[in-house]
């Protein structure tokens, strides 16, 4: 296997997180599941940037994010699979 451009904590996560710089529109990354090592493959949507999370599935406002299998926020607008996942369209459910 080629070194992952995704990492996934938990397979119940529903976003995934860039581990490499300059993730292009169009890249099949390589995404691993930390939990037991296991891969699949996904292709982003928009140039994404290391660190920012990216959805493995379609995500609608309002839904819940789930990272590390824990719920880290909700969605605040759309985002497809493949699609990037930050501050514009994700927030805490604190504030």
Not at 7 to 22: F, K, T
Not at 35 to 63: E, Q, Y
Not at 68 to 95: F, L, P, Q, S
Request: aromatic share 4%; charged share 25%.
């Amino acid at each position: 296997m080629s070194i992952p451009q995704l990492l996934v904590h938990d397979h119940e996560d529903n976003v995934g997180v860039v581990v490499v710089e300059d993730l292009k529109a169009g890249t099949e990354m390589i995404c691993v599941v930390t939990a037991d090592n296991s891969d699949f493959r996904l292709t982003a949507k928009a140039d994404i940037p290391i660190g920012h999370k990216v959805a493995l599935r379609a995500l609608k406002a309002g839904d819940t994010v789930t990272k590390y299998g824990e719920d880290i926020g909700r969605m605040v607008g759309d985002a497809g699979i493949g699609e990037h996942v930050h501050t514009h369209n994700c927030k805490t459910k604190r504030w």
